[in-house]
């Protein structure tokens, strides 16, 4: 089962990196910038949620194993463009959120495609300012 998780998370990864996010940094969809914990550039990478009460909540498909997740787990302040406006944030990683019930109360399409092709779902809000 491991092996298959891994399998998933790779290839999912791969389509994302390669064609997913290049498109989507074309379009106005909503993107999260984090700064990479690496290089100390910015990443931008293509999500979906839903703002409630000035925050953004979302659900990464990875988990810990999504490079956004690893870069806000180093440096939480973010930037999400929503309806084609920047806002700056404070991202929280949710562990102890139900991101299958979350999941329930986020955009249906974007919620059906990370059930599809999630390996470990994690919740993330960010705090908009």
């Given amino acids: 089962m491991t092996d298959l998780r891994d399998l998933k998370r790779r290839v ?22 984090t700064t990479g914990r690496k290089s100390g550039q910015q990443r931008r990478t ?13 659900v990464s498909e990875h988990g810990e ?4 997740v690893r870069n806000i787990k180093a ?12 806002r700056n944030g404070t991202a929280h990683l949710l562990p102890d959120d139900d991101p299958t019930q979350r999941l329930g109360t986020l955009p249906r399409l974007n919620s059906a495609v990370v059930r ?10 960010v705090d908009l300012a």
Avoid: C
């Fill in 12 to 33: 999912v990864h791969r389509v994302q990196r390669l064609v997913v996010n290049p498109i989507g940094r074309q379009l106005p969809v909503t993107m999260l910038e």
């Fill in 75 to 86: 440096n939480p302040a973010v930037r999400v463009r929503i309806d084609g406006q920047w």
């Fill in 46 to 58: 293509a999500v979906g949620g839903k703002v409630v009460d000035n925050q953004f909540w979302m």
């Fill in 116 to 125: 599809a092709v999630g390996s470990e779902l994690l919740t993330i809000r």
């Fill in 65 to 68: 194993h999504s490079d956004y």
